[in-house]
């Protein structure tokens, strides 16, 4: 009570000076008024000498606490400058911290969480290690300690923050009423945000060490130049002696350091982060690699769209090897890679596997479709199938590489292209109908022989049938599409190609083997047509022989048209030759013949010379135009003329030999044999053997 009033009255005078801040004196009389007990001024000075003593004494001792709370904040200044201790014991202190609460947590005891002073330092000396690799005074690589000391740090910096964040969640609803406790969740939030600056600092440091790991590696053989320029320089000069390293290049070292990295980035819940630069670096470097190795130029739709045949003909097989390079080298390098890179997260390693190899495949597939959507030809077929073939082989590869639920979406879309391509290459074949129903022209080929537009079936389709098992396939596909859409219906399915087949000895006819017979046949009714364009019976048989010769000796030479067709198939051809042979002989040799006939010449047994001269005469003059005009035609199968010639040699020869034998006397020596009889024997077969070669030839 005594001390409080002591500071009351110790506090007037102080009011006083503080008000009267101007030289204006103050009225006593006022100031008794105001104060009725006032004392008189002898008493006042005294009272207020007697109260000036305990002020003194006051101010005193708050300059002394004063004193001693500078010394305090002197000490509390001075501690840090006292020796650090070193980031690898403060990293033990931590680890056992950690472990003392991780037993905590096991044993599940909840118990308030006291944040002791070695966190601060050691988030203190974390900072200064990474102003040392900011600043260039430490650098990732150099040192497997100090690397190694970071991934650490990191490590338990994510582990804190867990343990505080987890800390503060539980005994959030606990807390709630509890002022004390709020003081400490206010410290572990203060605490937590702390410790997330330094983390998201590491981890900025660390991420961007991943990814320039990630860059600097990648195709570490990359050429200056285009791939194809590459491979063409090879081609001109030796092949190089040093092998290219084996996709995807990344070395043991590197691979081990982006394996820590990730783990921690991944521990520290960056994961997207992580998988983000991975994904990005690894998508870069397969086009990067695919361009500049393999020689494989990205193309939109469009630029597909307009391209000539001949230029986009060159991409195709660069397309080709791009895709059997992929499957067979870097799809399993890449999955080697992503698995020694995040091995321990079997669900990171799908994510990112699919990811990438996603959209490789998908920029391939695009350029597979592009092509089956240009404009249809004949000669675009072949093409065709080698895409459909390495799409086709392509599949059960990705099958083994990737899991079912990657490769679900991959083998679909790449299902969904390759069926594409197969289309295509159906109705380019199938456009074969309306070449040859479109080839009506009415100037028939010189010779009789034979016709381009049998050499061009027969020379397409004989390259065709080498692609047979794919052509098989695709029909088959084709078939089952047509099967399923009610408002078509397969041309070879209809019960008229059946019964042309019925020479097949097997009842159910593939789709292909039909539509190749139905070609066949669309090529024999155009031939049978352009054959009566000829005014010379004998030459429209020429004309038929001649290019059913060639079809014959076109499917006899490929295994895989003969396959088809069937022996049956070719001895009814070789019949129908025959026939036409047969004609030929009537048509040209038959008049021939009856002027060396015995029938007719003699009268009561005496042989009319008249009439015998002629016989001999009416042979030179046919033998000698058969001769003009045959010589002119022509017969390329070498076997087919010498069979022509044999064959006229052998019905023509006798018979003049036996005429000009039995009849010759009868002409008189001399200027009349010289003027009937104009050949032997062996003339006439000299001259056969001018037959059928396409060159004019007069007389000898």
């Not at 840090?80 to 033990?92: A, F």
């Not at 992929?326 to 020694?340: A, D, H, I, N, Q």
Request: hydrophobic share 30%.
């Amino acid at each position: 009570m005594e001390k409080n009033l002591n500071d009351n009255s110790s506090s007037l005078p102080q009011k006083e000076e503080n008000i009267n801040t101007d030289d204006t004196p103050h009225s006593p009389v006022l100031e008794s008024e105001d104060k009725p007990d006032a004392k008189p001024d002898g008493e006042t000075e005294k009272a207020t000498d007697s109260e000036q003593v305990p002020e003194n004494e006051e101010s005193k001792e708050e300059e002394e606490n004063e004193k001693k709370e500078e010394e305090k904040e002197e000490t509390v200044e001075t501690q840090p400058e006292s020796p650090v201790p070193s980031l690898e014991k403060v990293s033990e202190e931590i680890e056992q911290f950690l472990v003392t609460l991780q037993q905590n947590v096991n044993a599940k005891e909840c118990t308030s969480l006291e944040i002791p002073n070695f966190i601060p330092v050691f988030l203190h000396l974390v900072e200064q290690k990474m102003v040392k690799y900011d600043t260039g005074e430490l650098k990732w690589g150099e040192t497997i300690e100090d690397d190694s000391s970071l991934l650490e740090c990191a490590n338990r910096i994510s582990r804190l923050m867990n343990h505080f964040i987890e800390y503060s969640r539980l005994h959030a609803e606990e807390e709630q009423e509890d002022k004390d406790k709020d003081k400490v969740k206010g410290k572990i939030d203060f605490m937590i945000n702390g410790i997330s600056v330094i983390q998201q600092r590491v981890i900025s440091f660390l991420e961007d060490e991943f990814r320039t790991l990630m860059e600097e590696s990648r195709n570490p053989n990359k050429p200056d130049s285009k791939g194809k320029q590459q491979v063409a320089d090879f081609s001109e000069s030796e092949p190089p002696e040093e092998p290219v390293p084996e996709f995807p290049g990344f070395a043991e070292e590197t691979v081990a350091s982006l394996n820590k990295i990730a783990r921690e980035m991944i521990a520290s819940g960056y994961e997207n982060e992580c998988c983000q630069v991975y994904a990005l670096s690894r998508r870069h470097a397969f086009e990067d690699g695919m361009y500049k190795l393999l020689g494989y130029e990205k193309f939109s739709i469009d630029e597909v769209q307009r391209m000539q045949w001949e230029a986009l003909e060159r991409e195709i097989p660069t397309w080709i090897n791009t895709w059997k390079e992929c499957t067979s080298v870097w799809f399993p390098g890449e999955r080697k890679l992503v698995e020694m890179v995040f091995g321990d997260e079997a669900e990171t390693v799908v994510s990112l596997m699919g990811d990438i190899s996603r959209t490789i495949v998908i920029q391939l597939l695009n350029f597979g479709e592009s092509v089956a959507m240009t404009k249809r030809a004949g000669e675009k077929l072949f093409k065709l199938l080698d895409m459909y073939e390495t799409l086709r082989d392509a599949i059960p590869i990705m099958e083994s590489l990737f899991p079912d639920d990657i490769m679900g979406e991959i083998k679909a879309e790449t299902t969904s292209a390759k069926c594409r391509l197969g289309e295509a290459a159906v109705l380019i074949f199938c456009d074969l109908e309306n070449s040859i129903k479109s080839e009506t022209g009415k100037t028939p080929v010189a010779g009789g022989a034979v016709h381009p537009l049998t050499r061009y079936i027969m020379n397409y389709l004989r390259l065709a049938c080498e692609y047979k098992d794919t052509l098989e396939e695709v029909f088959k596909e084709h078939s089952k599409i047509e099967r399923a859409d009610s408002t078509s219906r397969p041309r070879y399915e209809t019960e008229e190609s059946r019964a042309k087949s019925e020479n097949k000895q097997k009842e159910d006819v593939s789709p292909f083997a039909a539509q190749l017979m139905r070609v066949m046949e669309l090529l024999d009714s155009n031939l049978e047509g352009k054959a009566k364009l000829y005014k010379d019976v004998a030459l429209s048989c020429i004309f038929m022989m001649n290019n059913g010769r060639y079809i014959v000796q076109k499917i006899k030479g490929s295994a895989e048209i003969y396959e088809v067709m069937g022996e049956t198939w070719c001895r009814k051809r070789s019949t129908e030759l025959r026939t036409y042979h047969k004609n030929y002989q009537v048509e040209t040799w038959s008049k021939i013949l009856s002027y060396l006939s015995p029938k007719g010449l003699s009268d009561h047994g005496k042989v009319q010379k008249p009439v015998l001269k002629e016989r001999f005469k009416g042979f030179n003059a046919a033998f000698e135009e058969i001769h003009k005009t045959q010589s002119m035609w022509v017969v390329s199968d070498e076997q087919l003329q010498s069979e022509l010639r044999v064959s006229i040699s052998a019905l023509v020869i006798p018979a003049y030999r036996s005429f000009l034998g039995r009849f010759s006397q009868y002409l008189d020596p001399g200027r009349q044999t010289e003027k009937y009889i104009k050949y032997q024997a062996e003339d006439i077969e000299t001259y056969i053997d001018d037959l059928f070669d396409g060159n004019p030839h007069g007389r000898r």
